[in-house]
């Protein structure tokens, strides 16, 4: 069973570690930890997320723009930014001291990806529009190891120990297609940058499946061409880096996101063999905010998330924190 396991990683990640390896010199090296304490909520549901992203802009000639030549509405001089991502989350019922299935809560889940995403930014007459596209390819199962990192994890903090994740989902690769447009108005108001405007975008996969529209809003110092508002899956990131300045630099943002939900893994169960499942909410709402401090190559941001019920079980909405950590190398 283990070589087993190894066998499927490997077959997932090598084609993208081939990519990986012509890694320019320059550009952006972010880490990101996602988790209820950072918002001071109890354990449980998205119980855990890290994220390892290694941002830069390509070259003439890189293979990631030959790739968005052949991509709709894209052209090979239209991809400013691109990123490399690698990530792991985990998810689990609100009592995980149970041994036997909890029917009425949602699956035990760990997810493993590795992922793609270019970005393309543009300002014009007091405007700023912002677009994204995001390909992951992983898996979700026990091969994702979710369960032996919480134990190790709780065993540590000497915190509950974890007894029902015999209950998870079973092995199920996944590739999930994303796509986040941003129409933005810039302004000055109070001697400072502001900058607010509509988002749309949508998923499609066997991960998640679903159309998604908000509005966003950010003030501060220093706003120039960064977009840096951390959201927690199945919400899509969008970070879009500036230059490097000198001396402090900050902002605060807020956000609203409403989402049509056709498919989510996560709840709805594995695909093709037989998995615990719950009653997936098809509408689902996220309210966030945040804050973000830069001080020459350093960024830091912190954002919390409100999250409104994703199944007809679940007693109350959910709370998440984000923490991101990035260096300009």
Known sequence: MKDARRWLLLALFAPLLLFVLPIQ???????????????????????????????????????????????????????????????????????????????DDRPYAGLLYAGLSLANNRAYKGWRETRSLHLD???????AGAAKTQRYFHHVIAGDEPRGWSHQLNNEPIVAIGYEHAWLKQ???????????????????????????????RYGKGLDNTYNITS???????????????????YVFAGLEGRY????LLLDGNSYTDSHSVEREPWVGDAQA????????????????????????????????????????
């Open 137 to 143: 390819l992983g898996l979700v199962g026990p091969a």
């Open 232 to 250: 927690i899956d199945p919400a899509q990131d969008v970070q879009i880096f500036g230059q490097p300045g000198a001396g402090l630099r900050w």
């Open 290 to 329: 945040g804050f973000a401090l830069e001080w020459d190559r350093w960024q830091m941001t912190y954002t919390m998330i409100w999250r409104s019920k994703e199944f007809s079980q679940q007693e109350h909405a959910d709370r998440f924190g984000s923490l991101s950590l990035s260096l300009r190398l």
């Open 25 to 103: 010199a320059s550009g952006l090296l972010s880490i990101q930890s996602e988790n209820n304490s950072w918002a001071g909520a109890e354990d449980g549901h998205f119980t855990n997320g890290a994220e390892i992203r290694w941002i830069f802009p390509p070259k003439e000639g890189h293979w990631i723009n030959e790739l968005a030549a052949f991509l709709p509405g894209w052209t090979a001089n239209d991809v400013d930014q691109a990123a490399y991502r690698f990530g792991h989350q985990m998810y689990t019922p609100i009592d995980i001291s149970a041994t036997t299935l909890v029917e």
């Open 261 to 264: 939900m056709a498919h989510n």
């Open 187 to 217: 302004a000055r108001w109070g001697g400072m940058d502001l900058e607010y405007g509509p988002t749309a975008g949508f998923s499609l996969g066997n991960l998640f499946t679903y159309a998604t529209s908000g509005m966003t809003v």
